[in-house]
Structures are given as structure tokens and as C-alpha cells.
């Protein structure tokens, strides 16, 4: 199983983050692969493909970070695009609030993956949504100049309450992201 821990923005920020970049995401053309609303999440580790029986263990690593973490309130806004906005390939929405706890979060998860053996991405944590994949037709162009001309003002935000671990299942247009098993924080708030 391609396995990765995320958090998730909810349906009512979906909702939100989907009517504020609409017009953004119609000028992307036909060569653009759009997330679907219900699969918006921002990736805390990515573990690639993970043997059935090393899922408990991965598991078992939110389970002893969860506590440590309380609830936060996550801003979303900003768009952006990997690799530059000068030739996309994918264009995110960015986090404007609750970076701090979203980072830390993150980065105890990550220590206690590779603490358990786990190999992770080298890149540094980027905390984003991903809108949109691009192929290779896309008006790369047309798009870096909307992307340019986009704000950075908060659209969303979202109670994010646990920590997620999804599968990656390819697929033609995309990929879905089945919930395996869901780990809440329960820390308490400063």
C-alpha cells in the first residue's frame, strides 16, 4: 500500500477553498488534473509504499505523537505553484494561520517515523493543498500569469482534530485517498 499521514480541512473549508480558486482552476485547460473537493488535505509525511504489516507500526507513530498536540484552527490562502509560478506543474493554496502548530505537529511525526525505522521524503516540509496537477499541454503561460495575479488572503479555515492515515490508489484522472485509520489529538491548548 502507498501510505502517507495527513490532515484534513473538512467539508465546509472544501466548500470554501473550491468557490474562492474556481476561477482560477477554469482557466488551468483540459490538461489540468483538479483534486477533487472531498480529497483536500495537507501532507504531513509521506511514506511511499509501506508491506501491510508495517501500517500498525506507522500507526503506532501517530499514536504516541497525538497526545502532545490539541486541536488547532488552520488558515488556508495563497496560491502558488511547484516548481515556480513560472512553469507550473502544480498549483497548491497555502497555509496563512496555524503554521506553527501545523509544523510542529509535523515534524514530531516525522521524527517518530524514522525512529521507527522509517524512510521519509528529504525535502523540507511545504504545507499546502494541492488544487491542481498539470500535464504537459497545459497554457503554462496564461496560467503563471493568473497564478500571478491571485491574492494571498485567507479563503478558508478548518478545525484540524486528527491525525490521518490515507492510501494513495492511482488511478486515470487522479488519485483517491481512502481513510485507513484516523488518530485524534488530544493535548490540551497553551
Known amino acids: 500500500m ?7 480541512i473538512g467539508a465546509d473549508a472544501a466548500r470554501d477553498v473550491a ?35 508495517r501500517a500498525a ?10 497526545p502532545a498536540h490539541a486541536p488547532f484552527r488552520l488558515g488556508l490562502g495563497g496560491v502558488g505553484a511547484f516548481p515556480s509560478v513560472e512553469a507550473p506543474r502544480i498549483v497548491w493554496l497555502g497555509v496563512t494561520s496555524g503554521r506553527e502548530a501545523l509544523d510542529r505537529l509535523a515534524l ?34 496564461a496560467i503563471a500569469r493568473a497564478l500571478a495575479a491571485q491574492g494571498s488572503d485567507e479563503v478558508a479555515s478548518a478545525e484540524v482534530g486528527a491525525i490521518v492515515l490515507l492510501r494513495s490508489d492511482g488511478r486515470e484522472r487522479g488519485s483517491a485517498y481512502p481513510e485507513v485509520a484516523r488518530v485524534p489529538l488530544v493535548g490540551r491548548s497553551a
Open 2 to 8: 502507498r501510505l502517507f499521514f495527513a490532515v484534513e
Open 19 to 53: 468557490r474562492s480558486v474556481r476561477p482560477l482552476l477554469g482557466q488551468l485547460g483540459d490538461d489540468a488534473r483538479l483534486s477533487a473537493e472531498g480529497e483536500l488535505h495537507v501532507t504531513l509525511a509521506f511514506l511511499g509504499v509501506v508491506p501491510d504489516e
Open 57 to 66: 507500526a506507522a500507526l503506532a507513530c501517530a499514536a504516541e505523537v497525538a
Open 108 to 141: 514530531d511525526l516525522q521524527r517518530a517515523l524514522v525512529a521507527a525505522g522509517f524512510t521519509l521524503e528529504e525535502r523540507a516540509f511545504s504545507p499546502h493543498l494541492t488544487l491542481a496537477r498539470l500535464g504537459r499541454h497545459a497554457p503554462r503561460e
